[in-house]
């Protein structure tokens, strides 16, 4: 199966920071999403991104499919940032990474 | 509109008993996924319903474990004779699947506890 593999594990920010989140597959998939997985366990969608890129307000991802790595963006990042950010890709089938947790401090 | 609901949010059961969890996907999503997270992981892959029936059923760890979509909308899992080990949140997800575009939903998971 696909290999998902996100760095950095864990990251803890200044409030105001940017970071860089990583997402490295394996093999070619056909799908592509970010979710962040708030303090009560919820995993809310961030973004679906298979190629290209996205932004939306603070936040934008790029996957670059040939290379086989995804990006996600968090620009002046807010505690309520704070969780763990999972990539899921599907080939034929469903692989999540085993994320990276993000804490921002005020 | 409604997300995916799971019920219950909450189980506690003993080890040896038979457990069910339901998911009530988003209306029209023709799929529907079953995972399950251990604390500090990525959920894992169980199973997989386009319609009522199972497309990949191959992340069931054993026999133990059975899942259900009989009219292609809500589902349930089925765990028998439950081991401490089955522990988890279990996460159902749903999606829609057009021109092999998945993008997945999920709901906010029942917490199961094998004591």
């Known amino acids: 199966g696909i290999q998902v593999e996100q760095s950095p594990p864990d990251l803890i920010l200044q409030e105001g920071a940017n970071s860089t989140l990583r997402c490295n597959f394996s093999?070619?998939?056909?799908?592509l999403q970010w979710f962040h997985q708030n303090p009560w366990g919820q995993l809310i969608n961030l973004f679906y991104i298979p190629s290209g890129t996205k932004q939306n307000g603070r936040l934008s991802a790029t996957t670059v499919a040939t290379e086989r790595y995804s990006l996600l963006y968090i620009s002046s990042s807010q505690t309520t940032d704070s969780g763990v950010y999972f990539c899921?890709?599907?080939?034929?089938?469903?692989?999540f990474g085993t994320g990276t947790s993000l804490t921002v401090i005020p | 509109g409604a997300g995916v609901s799971q019920t219950p949010s909450n189980k506690v059961t003993e080890k040896g008993k038979y457990v069910e969890l339901r998911c009530d996907p988003i209306?029209?999503?023709?799929?529907l996924y079953w995972y399950r997270q251990s604390l500090g992981q990525g959920p894992e892959f169980l199973i997989y319903f386009q319609g009522t029936g199972a497309a990949d059923d191959s992340g069931l760890p054993n026999d133990r474990f059975f899942a259900v979509r009989p009219e292609g909308s809500v589902s349930t899992l089925k765990i028998q004779r439950t081991e401490r080990g089955d522990s988890a949140v279990y996460l159902c997800?749903?999606?829609?699947?057009?021109?092999?575009?998945?993008?997945?939903?999920f709901g906010p998971g029942t917490r199961l506890t094998v004591l």
């Open positions: 899921a890709a599907t080939g034929n089938q469903f692989y």
């Open positions: 093999d070619s998939v056909n799908n």
């Open positions: 997800a749903s999606s829609l699947q057009t021109s092999g575009r998945i993008e997945q939903f």
């Open positions: 209306s029209g999503h023709t799929a």
